[in-house]
């Protein structure tokens, strides 16, 4: 199966299972944005609390905040959102349809790297009897590829910087980029477009004045730095670290829960010493890429990619990558802000945001080191590498998500092997005790065999059988989603076992 329709059976297969539901569904849905189910929520909060817990238990130096998504206008002028937080857009006047052009151009650059990596792996094939000749005309192919790549890039990132929107159309000219869906090379200029929303506060009427959804978290940090250092006592270094929802107004958004209009964020803000910024940077990007890898997807899946172009407020960015079904992309940002946004609100708000230093002896605007994630990449990631179609021994198939076990939506299955015989009473029985812990289902509808799968398709670690041994043992049927392999395991040492499988705490402790 190719990835194109692996994917297309990972989203289908979230909606049949309650992970995730176009919104609004029953009027055609509403583009862009989707709703999470009763296994989707389940999912998403324990990503966001291993990352709360990573982050704000595990770092004392590190405290939580939850601050308005409606923040007063001014913010969003300080921060530079009014005037700079644009993209790019273009539009083919065959097709009507509307791109990011820096997005046109990142593809035709992916796929000179692609026919490189084709050279390659076609040189791979030919290993036995390759020549000199072979070598040095293989090399000199993917060189030209790779130069072809470089010459784009430094032409693109020029006109980026001297905001020359001519000259990325020129690029697309030059590039002959066609239009995936008319194929055609018929161009519109290139436009900036701000991707903020905007509402009308109060009555419609006199005093209504225009406010933002906010398009990141983070400024909700930096206007209350002050705040969490006064009333927390924090010294410096130290961070505030937040969830919740951003909007933006994306030009082309695809790709499932990738690119949303409507999405959440888990930003970290680490304000420190000018001058040790590039350190603590470089200590965030491990801590952030040793977390990825702590979920157990494979740590070939991630990778860091360094920024073409730096924001004007940064001095360091780098993004972390995963392979997602549609190639590598990104998940997480980590971003080195200098001292830009404090600075910026000093000046528009007219307040002092300095930090006094009892060691220096002197205040200064600290400086700021941010770490940025999309939960709802971070959910795709763990949903799309977990989805599997496995044929199995005996000749049937079974669909499962491997998720996990941590994040898993539900952590045990109590199923009675038959509905009679007093076994829904002892399997209700043991539920009753369990669901203190963790989030359990009792099921006792259709054949054992159907309701494991049913398990597997949601990714449920365990299930357990009550049978009629169960009423004169005290002992159940454990078995394991990713294995299949059963033991029997007595009533009172369930809580335990399940927990040291399913528990984060494991996973926590790898991080230190
Ligand atoms: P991209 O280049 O993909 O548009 P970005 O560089 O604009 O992303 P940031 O502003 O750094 O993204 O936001 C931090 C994180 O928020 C991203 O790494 C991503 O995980 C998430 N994110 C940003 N935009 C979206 C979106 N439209 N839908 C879902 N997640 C998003």
């Known amino acids: 199966m190719n990835n194109e329709d692996l994917f297309k059976n990972i989203i289908g297969h979230s909606k049949e299972y309650g992970f995730i539901f176009p919104s609004s569904e029953i009027y055609d849905g509403l583009s862009a944005t989707y709703d999470y189910g009763q296994m989707g929520v389940e999912m998403k909060k324990n990503i966001r609390d291993f990352w709360w817990k990573a982050m704000v238990q595990l770092n004392e130096n590190i405290v939580g905040l939850d601050a308005a998504i409606f923040m007063h206008p001014t913010t969003w002028k300080a921060s530079g959102h009014v005037d700079a937080f644009n993209d790019p857009l273009i539009d083919n006047k065959d097709s009507k349809k509307r791109y990011r052009a820096d997005v046109l151009i990142e593809d035709h650059m992916a796929k000179l790297d692609a026919k490189a990596d084709k050279e390659v792996e076609k040189a791979a094939k030919r290993f036995e009897n390759f020549d000199a000749a072979m070598y040095r005309a293989t090399n000199e192919r993917v060189k030209g590829y790779m130069d072809q790549k470089e010459a784009i890039r430094t032409r693109f990132v020029n006109a980026l910087e001297a905001n020359d929107l001519t000259e990325v159309r020129q690029i697309i000219i ?13 161009w519109t200029e290139v436009r900036q477009f701000n991707l903020m929303f905007a509402t009308e506060m109060g009555a419609m009427a006199e005093g209504a004045s225009t406010i933002y959804l906010r398009p990141e978290t983070a400024q909700g940090i930096f206007v209350n730095y002050l705040n969490v250092q006064k009333s927390g006592r924090m010294k410096i270094p130290f961070g505030i670290a937040q969830t919740g929802k951003a909007f933006r107004n994306e030009i082309v958004a695809r ?17 420190v010493k000018p001058g040790t910024e590039l350190d603590w940077f470089e200590k965030w990007k491990q801590k952030r890429l040793a977390w990825h890898h702590a979920i157990g997807l494979g740590e070939q899946n991630y990778r860091f990619h360094a920024h073409d172009k730096l924001a004007h407020y940064a001095n360091a ?13 990104e998940l997480e940002g980590i971003h080195s802000r200098t001292d830009f946004d404090l600075t910026q609100h000093e000046k528009f708000s007219g307040k002092k945001l300095q930090y006094f230093d009892p060691e220096m002896n002197e ?9 940025s994630i999309g939960l709802d990449r971070t959910f795709l990631a763990v949903l799309s590498s977990s989805y599997k179609e496995e044929k199995l021994e005996d000749g049937s198939e079974r669909t499962v998500l491997a998720l996990p076990p941590f994040l898993a939506p539900v952590k045990l299955a109590i199923l ?16 009753n005790q369990l669901r203190f812990d963790h989030n359990i289902i009792y099921e006792e509808k259709d054949s054992i065999g159907k309701r494991y799968r049913r398990q597997d398709a949601i990714g ?3 299930c357990i059988t009550i049978d009629h041994d169960t009423l004169v ?6 078995r394991d989603r990713d294995t299949m392999k059963q033991e029997r395991v007595p009533i009172e040492q369930l809580s335990g076992i399940v927990e040291e499988k399913v528990g984060v705490r494991k996973v926590l402790e790898r991080l230190g």
Do not use: H, W
């Open 174 to 186: 030059d590039l002959e980029i066609v239009c995936p869906l008319s194929g055609s090379k018929n």
């Open 255 to 271: 790709q499932f829960i990738f690119r949303m209009r409507e999405f959440e964020q888990m930003e970290m803000q680490f304000f």
């Open 317 to 329: 960015a780098f993004d972390i990558e995963f392979n997602f079904p549609f190639g590598f992309k």
């Open 363 to 371: 205040s200064y605007v600290p400086y700021v080191v941010e770490t």
């Open 416 to 431: 009675p092997l038959v509905k009679k015989d007093g076994l829904p009473e002892k399997a209700m029985e043991i539920f």
């Open 460 to 462: 449920t670690p365990f």
């Open 473 to 478: 043992d005290n002992a159940v049927t454990l």
